[in-house]
């Protein structure tokens, strides 16, 4: 059954405070990412339908408050902008 998705990031400038504090300007700054607010079995499903579309950048948030927890899906690999296919945590 469809379900919206809510985003707590998509594209960010450049002198977005987040991106200010990394060594260069990441993913979102190209307009490659978006972090989908999301946590337990939603957060899997989520992951497994990236996984499904071949999706090779995942970053996984899920500590603290579960209303501020999120699922970074990123393509930035799959156009030669030097992000490595990963999965980390935060
Ligand atoms: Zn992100």
Not at 26 to 47: K, P, Q, S, V, Y
């Amino acid at each position: 059954m469809a379900q919206p998705i809510f985003l707590s990031s998509g594209y960010r400038c450049v002198k977005h405070p987040v991106e200010q504090e990394k060594d260069r300007p990441g993913e979102h700054t190209h307009g490659m990412a978006i972090d989908i607010l999301c946590h337990g079995a939603r957060a899997l499903r989520i992951i497994e339908l990236a996984q499904k579309r071949n999706v090779k950048r995942i970053g996984v948030h899920q500590k603290g408050n579960p209303n501020g927890r999120f699922v970074h899906i990123g393509i930035a690999d799959r156009y030669n902008l030097a992000f490595p296919v990963a999965i980390w945590t935060y």
